[in-house]
């Protein structure tokens, strides 16, 4: 039997180092060839480390949460033949009075250390097992074991509890609902003690009585920021410390925009899919950027170099179970909203189920985000950086307008945008959502070049 030792491997782009987000086997576990054996991000995405050979877990090179730096042993296999590593057959059975030479935070086989336990076991002399602790003294016949706090007594809807006015009016004093209160009395009615009871079992959380909906917790449960969401808190630092955020709020007329799409997905939803506001709300964002270059480019911080892009590269702010993505659309200006439509469905699912790859996760330059329903009236999007700008999507509701001196029912809409004050100023930034709302307002425009 020989040691096989798989390390980082290089992940391209520059990466050099990783952090462990998930260990799929364990120590002492088998693995086949091809098998997955561990989940690391990279500053972009998650990416599957698969075993080259087949052989039996031995060690891990960390925990989770650390970061491993490319060529740093990743794990250490027990394999069939030589293995990879020069001093693996010193390493497969240390001495039971030397320690193994393993790198620092490597996990030893369970098996093997069993197996030295055992020998140290057999060198050493017997000794007898300690005696069983006593057995505790029966408890006395007259402390029985005292039965669990009945329930609180849920009375039918309607049902009025029974109780006098003295204790009515103490229970409305300390705020207690009689609905909730078992009674002691005749025919279930509430008495003082059972007030006192109540409110002996509401501040231990205990007692006959006790009101669970206002009882007092104490727990607490770390949880450690590692993975996606520790990118995600390392990027949204990065933003705002780097970039002076300006917000501007403006409100869109939807009506007509609402009206368009519901015709088109009343004639070409069969056969072209269902369209949603977003990617005509790409549609308006390409066209504006053509208008506005300087919106839809990256800044670097450290040159001191604004890089202008002609082609559109829409990040698409995106919440996953294990936190916010940004898939992005390449070249949504090349796109109409039937194929945005199809891609941003296409990303979304692939992010969302983890599977999105690193050039579908980064290049974007500049970024839609939407809450979609429950997107709030305004909010303060931050910006994706190294982007210089932002589209926040807010959600839509009906509104009465003054039109021609009428009262009128409208669906409105706000877009909450930020954008990098060092390359765009407020004018310029003005200027280019009422481009974008002008394109909303009159949706024909969407089509017309």
Known sequence: MGTHVIKMPDLGEGIAEVEVVAWRVQ???????????ADVMTDKATVEIPSPVHGTVVALGGKVGESLAVGAELIRLEVEGAGNAPSSAKQAAPAADEPADLPHGFVPEPARVAEAAASVAQAAPAVAPPAPP????????SAPARAPAPAPALRAAGEKPLAAPAVRKRAWDLGIELQYIAGSGPAGRITHADLDAHVAGHRTGRGAGADTRYAELDGEEAVPVIGLRRKIAEKMQLAKRQIPHFTYVEEVDVTELEALRGQLNARYGEERGKLTLLPLLMRAVVLAVRKFPDVNARYDDQANIVTRYQAVHLGIATQTDAGLMVPVVRHAEARDPWASATEIARLADAARQGKAARDELSG?????????????????PVINHPEVAIVGVNRIVDRPVIRNGGMVARKLMNLSSSFDHRVIDGMVAAEFIQTVRGYLESPATLFVE
């Open 27 to 37: 120590p002492g576990d088998a693995v086949v060839e091809d098998q997955v054996l």
């Open 134 to 141: 006593p057995s505790p003294p029966p408890r006395p016949a």
């Open 364 to 380: 974007s330059t500049i970024t839609i985000t939407s809450l979609g329903p429950l997107g709030g009236i305004v909010s303060t």
